[in-house]
């Protein structure tokens, strides 16, 4: 089930049986010569929306760009400052909050953001507690998950590529995005075959040490059919996980 494919009377019916909701989040940042820019953001949603298809489980907008200051001399790259990404992640959660939710479940895509969301959600619990209905305001909760931890996909990344994942534009991140968009699939040789690794600083010493925008990976070993096996490992680990936080 999705919000945004669904009507506020749908929602209000689905508010007397659940008070949970799963919110895609990510960044719209390069992800090296074959990556799609939206990697980030598409990964959890493509994992999310198919657990709201299998389980009922609601699935909010896409929070789709987050902290990519590092990625900016790469064209394409859409960044918020940290004090951005707060502000907006504590209006979506009030927003939600509103409503009636009291348990939202933040699956992200980006390592850079994970630091942002965890000084978000103190801002959304000082919310709560400083709101306008005084202390002890609705009780909400807030989990991160990155969709790579999820049960048993870390592994099967490993197993799928043992050369070659890296840490940026890997690929597996790409093949969930082509298996999400097959039509999106582009071929291109990668020099070197492994890219490099290293420290990340900002943005202009990034462009410097990693010249095609990957860490430490070969992407061109992507394949849809190598992203559907780690989709469907995902939407396994997210459904049971988002389950035993909703009764939380
Ligand atoms: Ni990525």
């Not at 070659?164 to 990668?190: C, D, L, N, Q, W």
């Not at 040490?209 to 061109?220: E, K, N």
Request: aromatic letters at 8%; charged letters at 15%.
């Amino acid at each position: 089930m999705q919000l945004h494919l669904s009507s506020w009377p749908e929602i209000e019916v689905y508010l007397t049986s659940s008070k949970a909701i799963l919110i895609p989040i990510g960044s719209t940042e390069q992800h090296g010569p074959n990556g799609l820019l939206g990697t980030d953001a598409l990964c959890p949603e493509i994992i999310a929306r198919r657990a709201g298809d299998e389980s009922g489980i609601l699935v909010g907008p896409t929070f789709n760009v987050g902290q990519a200051q590092h990625h900016m001399a790469f064209p394409g790259t859409i960044t918020l400052r940290p004090s951005t990404m707060i502000a907006a992640m504590l209006d979506w959660a009030q927003s939600l909050s509103r409503h009636g939710f009291e348990r939202i479940y933040w699956l992200n895509g980006h390592g850079g953001n994970i630091a942002t969301i965890n000084a978000a959600f103190s801002e959304i619990y000082h919310g709560v507690t400083f709101g306008t209905e005084g202390s002890n305001g609705p009780p909400l909760r807030c989990v991160l998950r990155n969709w790579w931890e999820l049960a048993g996909v870390m592994d099967l990344c490993k197993q799928l590529f043992p050369v070659g994942e890296g840490s940026h534009a890997t690929p597996s991140e790409v093949s969930v995005t082509y298996f999400g968009y097959p039509e999106a699939i582009k071929r291109v040789a990668m020099t070197p075959k492994i890219a490099p690794t290293g420290p990340i600083y900002d943005a202009e010493d990034y462009r410097r040490r990693f010249p095609d925008g990957r860490i430490g990976s070969d992407p061109s070993q992507a394949t849809p059919e190598a992203g559907e096996k780690i989709v469907t490992a995902a939407v396994k680990g997210v459904i049971a996980e988002f389950q035993q936080f909703a009764a939380s």
